[in-house]
């Protein structure tokens, strides 16, 4: 039978998770609760006293401490260990959850730890506003809860009903996929791709395709990034294809579509075949164009669209984000290959181009080179735009090298 885990602070919402629990098994799921109220005494599948030892804490010293901040990082903690273990038995197929902002943080955190791929259903007070925080790279599904949750009335009951149902077929659909034979399946590839560096990204995509993987492309807006690191992370990808590395220059200036500062870093420590480049690395990303701070006023912009604005890195900029990339790739436990476009960088760092700066790219170019000097990095450098016919098939077929040789 399909299995629904619910976690949920039982202390301040068992009516609710009661509720819950008879309407996923009312739709043909059975219900696993996990409790993750510090201060409950709830009757659950998963106690409280269970999740904390699983987040290394104990329970008497939490509630003694009587720190909330404290308390819900190790709950959260414990959950994510609890969800894995119960999919790691294949006692969990889906996952549900309610809750306001503290119980929705535990909650997603849980969710955020299990593999792509699993359904996961948040119903959260928060649902309305900004969600990152909650999805993070994962597959956090949200739905607005309309009203707190505060007991069943006639509208959550429909809202949280709607919920359960959604949970149940979900989960009825997970546990379809796990019994069915497996059929013949590709490896995956994942590649990062902007709108400045489409023509490089749907080439290689296509010569990948002809030899057999599977690509998965990522957008290179900060979520994509970490995205493309997560499953990197969790080993599900047989190569990378890094043409896009432009979320890196929005971390170091503070653009809007940073991926963090640990991006260009999953693949390397799970030893993934890397073939990587500059794609658009001469560009931070801003909202509109009013929205840009008043310290860049005298860059070089250009308004991609109503709501984004491009300004052009700096040499300084572009010193820096050679050294990071070097440096990242340089502690890579898998064979790496850095392809330098010497023509340009993205669709607008070209001759005639807006973006077109020699000095800055060189400095990039020049930088990475010195990073990597002395580290099994291979750097090519390549006599063509980043765009130009046979780049991005000259990388794919580079990566594909790459696997063979290390499969």
């Known amino acids: 039978m399909a299995t629904v885990v619910l976690i949920g602070t039982m202390d301040t919402k068992g009516e609710e998770y009661a509720w819950l629990a008879d ?9 696993v609760t996990v409790d993750v109220g510090a201060f409950s005494h709830a009757d659950a599948d998963v106690g409280a006293a269970e999740v904390a030892i699983a ?30 273990a119960l999919h ?23 969710m955020r730890a299990l593999p792509v791929g699993v359904p996961k259903l948040l ?7 900004d969600v990152s925080p909650y999805v993070g790279e994962s597959d956090v599904t949200l739905m607005y809860s309309v009203v707190d949750v505060a007991g069943i009335n006639s509208v959550s009951e429909q809202v949280f009903g709607n919920a359960a149902a959604a949970a149940a077929a979900m989960a009825a659909e997970q546990e379809n996929r796990r019994g069915a034979p497996a059929g013949e399946s590709r490896p995956l590839v994942g590649l990062s791709m902007f709108g400045l560096t489409t023509p ?79 794609g658009a690395v001469d560009m931070v990303n801003f909202g509109p164009r009013e929205t840009v701070p008043a310290g860049f006023g005298d860059r070089t912009f250009v308004v991609h669209n109503p709501t984004v604005t491009l300004m052009r890195t700096t040499p300084e900029e572009n010193a820096e984000l050679g050294r990071r990339i070097g440096t990242k790739l340089s502690g890579a436990r898998g064979p790496v290959t850095v392809l330098l476009p010497l023509r340009g960088v993205s669709g607008i760092d070209k001759d005639g181009g807006p973006f077109r700066d ?41 990566l594909h090298r790459m696997i063979a040789a290390t499969g």
């Open 23 to 31: 309407r996923v098994r009312a739709h043909g799921a059975d219900a």
């Open 200 to 278: 490089a990204v749907d080439e290689a995509r296509a010569e990948l395709v002809r030899l057999g993987y599977e690509p998965l492309v990522f957008h290179a807006t900060g979520a994509g990034g970490r995205a493309l690191e997560k499953l990197a992370g969790d080993g599900r990808l047989a190569g990378v294809l890094d043409l896009t590395t432009t979320e890196l220059a929005d971390d170091l200036v503070g653009g809007v579509l940073s991926a963090g500062p640990h991006r260009l870093e999953a693949a390397g420590e799970r030893g993934i075949p890397q073939v990587v480049s500059t």
């Open 123 to 129: 119903v959260s007070t928060m649902a309305a506003g």
């Open 358 to 398: 020699t000095a800055a790219d060189d400095a990039l170019f020049s930088s990475l080179r010195g990073a990597a000097d002395g580290s099994p990095v291979e750097v090519v450098e390549v006599d063509a735009h980043i765009n130009d016919p046979g780049f991005g098939r000259d990388a794919a077929q580079r």
């Open 55 to 84: 987040g290394g804490a104990d329970l008497s010293a939490l509630r003694e401490a009587n720190d909330r901040g404290a308390a819900m990082e190790a709950m959260a903690s414990g959950a994510a260990a609890v969800v894995l």
């Open 88 to 110: 790691a038995e294949d006692r969990l197929d889906a996952v549900l959850a309610v809750g306001g902002s503290g119980g929705s943080s535990v909650a997603a955190r849980a």
